[in-house]
């Protein structure tokens, strides 16, 4: 007995496909990590990694302050505009933070960029509003570039800012969100201003 060739090709692609595909011993759903567990700079109330409010803006000095670190001119977004800033990427080129320059030939701000970083209280980019357990009141809405976004301060660090993309917000954008959307908001980025 002939089987037909679409028979054939049906069988063919059966074979093939459970001969590729991996067992897995694991019964419940797969889930993909948002997070890192890999820390490659802490943030605190008083540092980023080794930057503190003393550190001279400029790349040997923010180089010296995160060993292993190497730094690049980058223009890049703000709250309120676009400007230049130096990126500092780890050793596999991985872009960790972003380093504004301040008065004074200091430091200003440093962005938290990546996933691989941890805040002041363990929060990771990924990390939903609701995982990082912030209230309402802890929050405002962004502006300018930042339309839309929550921005929040970290528990038990003044100084430390977090900021949310919330998806599927159709606005209003010059109020935060509802609850129910901002439990689902998403860290992007983790903001230390020096403390004066």
Known sequence: MRLPLS?????????LGSACSPALDYEGPVQIARTSNVTLVQITNDSVGGITPETTYGSKA???ALPGFTTEGIQTAEENRTEWALAAFNSDGFQV???????GGKVRTVHGVTHHLQGPNGERIGNTFYEIGLGRNDCRVGRNLW???????AKNAPNVELVFAIPQFQGPFDELAPDIALQDATLQRIVWTPRA
Do not use: D, T, Y
Not at 7 to 15: E, K, P, T, V
Not at 98 to 103: L, N
Not at 147 to 152: L, P, S, T
């Open 97 to 103: 933070l972003q380093v504004f320059k301040g008065k």
């Open 62 to 64: 923010i180089e010296a």
């Open 147 to 153: 339309r839309g976004m929550a921005i929040c301060k």
């Open 7 to 15: 028979g054939f090709f049906a069988s063919l692609l059966a074979l």
